[in-house]
C-alpha cells in the first residue's frame, strides 16, 4: 500500500504561480513513476506531467514551459511548480505513482485561477 499526501493547492490570479507537494508514504520502495493528473469540471483528468525515479520528466503540451516536475526520493515526494496560470488550469491536481502494477492516487488538491 501507497499513501499520498498533496498539498500546495489554492486560488491564484491569471499569470501568477503555485507549488504543488506529494508526499508517498508506505511501501514506497517500490514506486517508479510518479505524476500530476487533473480534472476540470465536465471533463476527464488528463496527465499534466510525471517523472520517473531517474528523473525523466513528461509533459502534457498544455503545459509544457510553464509548469516544472520534480522529485526529491530522500524525502518521498514530488512537485509541481506552475508558473503562468491561466484559467484553463483551473481543476483538481491528483497526484499519482506507480507500485509495479498498481496505481495509488492522493485525495486531490484544488487549483483556481481567475482571469
Known amino acids: 500500500q501507497v499513501q499520498l499526501v498533496e498539498s500546495g493547492g489554492g486560488f491564484v490570479q491569471a499569470g501568477g504561480s503555485l507549488r504543488l507537494s506529494c508526499a508517498a508514504s508506505?511501501?514506497?520502495?517500490?514506486?517508479?513513476?510518479m505524476g500530476w493528473y487533473r480534472q476540470a469540471p465536465g471533463k476527464q483528468r488528463e496527465l499534466v506531467a510525471s517523472?520517473?525515479?531517474?528523473?525523466?520528466?513528461n509533459y502534457a503540451d498544455s503545459v509544457r514551459g510553464r509548469f516544472t516536475i520534480s522529485r526529491d526520493n530522500a524525502k518521498n515526494t514530488v512537485y509541481l511548480q506552475m508558473n503562468s496560470l491561466k484559467p484553463e488550469d483551473t481543476a483538481v491536481y491528483y497526484c499519482n505513482a506507480i507500485h509495479g502494477p498498481i496505481g495509488y492516487w492522493g485525495q486531490g488538491t484544488q487549483v483556481a485561477v481567475s482571469s
Open positions: 508506505g511501501s514506497i520502495s517500490g514506486i517508479n513513476v
Open positions: 517523472i520517473t525515479g531517474g528523473g525523466r520528466a
